[in-house]
């Protein structure tokens, strides 16, 4: 059977495994019972491929590389690209910023590759592939992975000394290099013969879900979302490398979209050109007194966008520069545009020639899925001049202020939430947050009730 006649991905990723030995060590046959005993773990990681596996499955392939390493984020992460460990390492490979930053995944406030499934796959295969040129074994290659070539290198010249063999069972590594090849290949075990096993490994299907779009220019996520006519949240679950609503100014300017929503945003950039802007700006003339804190401020954007949209490489600034502000990160200010009409509980809009539902929330300071709900609203509706459309004033009410809450330890998405008033799906979508996971030290921007007293 050719890969590409598969039925789906796992049975495609059989035809191309090739680790064979010890498959029956005692230290495999303890995992295998361990994962027949928490089916759920292999049930999510396979829902989370989901839209990832056959990218990473063809790029295995097309390298000549094991079809066991579709199943090492399992290991890794359980395919969590937001996932991120004790040890700083991230993303669905698991990555350490270190060696992120030696294969060229960059990490910065903008952007972090090892989230990034795209770039962090190319770069987890090279360093397998580096791995296993050195070591001439792929059961030390995953060693060297997971507890660093170093480690494992010392380890076979000490068991050389001794007299002992320096194959993988034999050398001793720390507990989590020791169990680390035995649950790869239990996992090898179970979808390699998940009857055997009496568990149920959801089908993925074998044909491309995503396609890669070269924006060619920094683009506002939503915006970007509203153009290819998907929510911008799959938008961000799709891309969890980019760290704001908006992508890097001079680095990473691709997505993964599903196919279609791809081919309708690659037609709309054809149609609109490469010098169209996909984030809106406004002019700012600086005065005396400013300061980028200041302005930043003013603007309800951050210190780090306004030096990445204007390529300043500190805070230096003089009378009379103009600065460009994305009106993307403005500060919402939620009132009815002059001589309109407001409902007891939702404003009206009549939709002019040029509008968009991105244009429109952010004139309100609502977002667009509320607009889309708000009116029932198909993802692919297109607005008509003349239309009207209520706007959900109960989301967008009075002055909103915006804040950055640096978070503390045992901090949650929750009690953030409650404790400044305002839902976990905003603190995500502000943030470009995939899933809960948060940090002590890192800060969030939340915009919150201008009169909510908040303290430190």
Known sequence: MKPEDAPDIWTRARLGFAMTEALDHPRVAVYIEHYRRNPNIITVSSNRAKPFAYFILTEIERRGLPGELL???????GYAADATSPGMAAGIWQFIPSTGEH???IQDDWYDGRRDVYQSTHAALDYLESLHARFGDWYLALAAYNFGQG??????AANAAAGRPTDYWN??????????VPRLLALRALIEQPARYGIAVPKLANRPYLEPVQLGRQADLEYVAELARIEAREVLQLNPGYRRAITHPHAA???LLPAPAAQRLQLALQQRGPDYPLVRYSEYEVRAGDSLGRIALQHGVTVAELRGVNGLNGDMIRIGQQLRVPVSGATVTAHPAPGRAVAPSDWQYTVQSGDSLWTISRQYGVSIASIRERNDLAVNATLQPGQVLKI???????????????IRPGDSLGMISRRFQVDI??????????GDGIRAGETLTLYVAANLAVDG
């Open 392 to 406: 959900p004033q109960d989301q967008a009410e009075g002055t909103l202020r915006r804040v950055e809450y640096q």
């Open 103 to 105: 294969f060229g995944l």
């Open 171 to 180: 050398l001793q590594l720390s507990s989590e290099a020791m169990s680390y």
């Open 425 to 434: 799906d905003d603190v995500q979508r502000w943030n470009a947050l995939n």
């Open 71 to 77: 199943l090492l984020p399992i290991v890794e992460s």
């Open 253 to 255: 300017q691709h997505l």
């Open 151 to 156: 480690n494992v290198a010392r380890a076979m």
